[in-house]
């Protein structure tokens, strides 16, 4: 909900959490509901 509220023209959308979280942005930026939205998923291990 607060990714599509989002009406800048170009938006940067990063993501770092539970792989069901990781997945769940990933499908609101590429559902082309909001063409803005650019997602990047990061991974870290220790």
């Not at 069901?20 to 220790?46: D, P, R």
Request: charged content about 10%.
């Amino acid at each position: 909900e607060m990714l599509l509220g989002v009406h800048d023209e170009n938006v940067g959308v990063m993501a770092s959490g539970p792989s069901g979280m990781l997945e769940e942005v990933a499908t609101i930026c590429s559902s082309g509901l909001a063409s803005n939205l650019h997602f990047q998923s990061i991974s870290f291990t220790w």
